[in-house]
């Protein structure tokens, strides 16, 4: 994957994937709260901040970059995701992108919740 193709991801606007992330994981019998749940574990965000840039429309690039603290255990997300394994992708926002998408993955996959936390 070449910095190209990403360029068009971290501009995506955050608010537009947000939906899908919920659908899968309640098409799996999960909730709403569980996504944000790891949303706010990866990023450090809370329902308020999270809500901003919802509202803001914010890209992945900005919602990444200003994101309060990445989580010290990120590094504990391994496996793959969309073909690539996230522990070797040498974009360290692309990294997290998919970091995010693991974590929904495993959601929608039945996967306890401290386990996919990294606990």
């Not at 990403?6 to 992330?21: D, E």
């Not at 901003?52 to 990444?64: A, L, P, R, V, W």
């Amino acid at each position: 994957m070449n910095n190209k193709n990403n360029a068009r991801v971290y501009k995506m606007s955050f608010a537009s994937v947000y939906p899908h992330y919920i659908q899968k994981a309640e098409k799996k019998g999960r909730t709403k709260a569980e996504v944000d749940e790891i949303i706010f574990w990866l990023t450090g965000y809370n329902e308020q901040t999270l809500q901003q840039h919802i509202d803001n429309k914010t890209d992945f690039e900005t919602f990444f970059s200003k994101a309060p603290q990445l989580n010290p255990n990120v590094s504990k997300i391994t496996g793959v995701i969309c073909g690539y394994r996230v522990e070797e992708i040498e974009y360290p926002l692309m990294r997290n992108i998919r970091y995010l998408d693991k974590l929904i993955d495993e959601l929608a996959k039945g996967k306890a919740m401290e386990k996919i936390l990294r606990n």
